[in-house]
């Protein structure tokens, strides 16, 4: 079964989207630390000694252990099916160079990249600000260890991570440049992003909160990512603004796949909605005929300057079920504490959480503890602060999202396409947002002030080489839990 979202981008491509595997729910996967590491963010880091709880970002995330099997719900074999070419790429240098090294050599490794700096580490691997070795092309390389992930019982999360990227093209998610494998780790060469994340910018704000236009702008953004993820059949279940990256352009891009569940196509059921003041008549074939008389007719000049409204594509994954217990204790949806199985609503909700901090500068059922908060998520009304002032439009959004019964929470069945028909994104031209202008766009990365002078290709390539050993230069080893 294939499936079309060619409405989603102003430049008016299409991306075909490949058959899935089915998904098994046979056990749970989750983000779970070992206990004997503490994983750090590039900002608001800390030190878990919780066995299921790890730190990132200042936020925890926990999970149910796996249950022993190396197949989980969130992975199965089949693999998606990725182009050569990516349109919204298609003019990258980065993607050019990378291009030419496989033309040349054949095959990419880890030899023809430069480890420069270690951006931050994860539940499954460590992500490196890297060069295309004499290119001048810089990217975020996540590399995995290969052995802990078997001894985790994480390959099958790695490998789920790797074929959804594969499978994306879209402005506001990241781009795979490519992908390979060497002796003991697994490879992924992504798009870096000079402006970190949401959650670091957000810090930076006067009172650590956004202004609501800026605002509207990121959940804008991020609210077509979810749309085109929904529409591959991808529930994302990881959303908060750790996860949220800040391109060099100022628009952000989606970051961190290895919780998103896949579902099989026949958990989505494409429609098409027509508005309101459009009569009856096929989604998208032309209306040849009116039903009006002569008398009822307008004038042509009139008619000339009236548009008339398209009908919708609506594509949600509303058959998706997942038992599993994933996320961060601030963001989990409350049916997912519950034990009660869950599917695409959670990221409506995680989505309510997320506008909420962005405007507040912090999540609304934060309690003292994890045990508190996530009572505070199943048994407490929602609250708003008195200050800072939002608009009406703003918290009736957020009170349709965090509805705590899923069922009857906003974009239950109809998906993003009701959330963008609210009245907070008045105003919003959704085909030209990439036009639109960014709240703030970063300073220019200067990649050499970063590094150390002494440090060498030469120093580069022993680092590449033995990423085990420790070194005294800026080029960091490999270090995994």
Known sequence: MRLEAHRM???????KTSEYGSVKNSSVSAKVSDGTSSLAKTSGSAKISDRIDYAEGGKRSMCRGSTGSDVSDESTCSSFSSSISKPHKANDLRWEAIQAVRAKDGALGLSHFRLLK???CGDIGSVYLSELSGTKCYFAMKVMDKGSLASRKKLLRAQTEREILQSLDHPFLPMLYTHFEADKFSCLVMEFCPGGDLH????????????????????AEVLLALEYLHMLGIIYRDLKPENVLVRDDGHIMLSDFDLSLRCTPACIEPSCIQPSCVAPT?????RLFSSKSKKDRKPKNELGNQVSPLPELMAEPTDARSMSF????????????????????????TFGI???ELLFGKTPFKG????????????????????????????DLIRGLLVKEPQHRLAYKRGATEIKQHPFFEGVNWALIRCATPPEIPKPVEIERILDPASTSEKAAKVA??????????????DFF
């Open 118 to 120: 270690r951006l931050g």
């Open 368 to 395: 003292s503890g994890n045990r508190a908060t996530l009572f505070n998520v199943v048994g407490q009304p929602l609250r708003f602060p008195e200050s800072p002032v939002v608009s009406f439009a703003a918290r």
């Open 326 to 349: 994933v996320g961060t204790h601030e963001y989990l949806a409350p049916e997912i504490i519950k034990g009660e199985g869950h599917g695409s609503a959670v990221d409506w909700w």
């Open 465 to 478: 080489a033995a990423p085990g050993q420790k070194g005294s230069d800026n080029y960091l080893e490999f």
């Open 354 to 356: 997320f506008l909420y």
């Open 200 to 219: 670091t910018l957000r810090q930076r704000q006067p009172g650590k909160h956004f202004q609501e236009q800026a605002v509207k702008f990121y959940v």
């Open 9 to 15: 981008f102003s430049v008016g491509q299409e991306k």
């Open 282 to 286: 096929t989604c998208f074939g032309p």
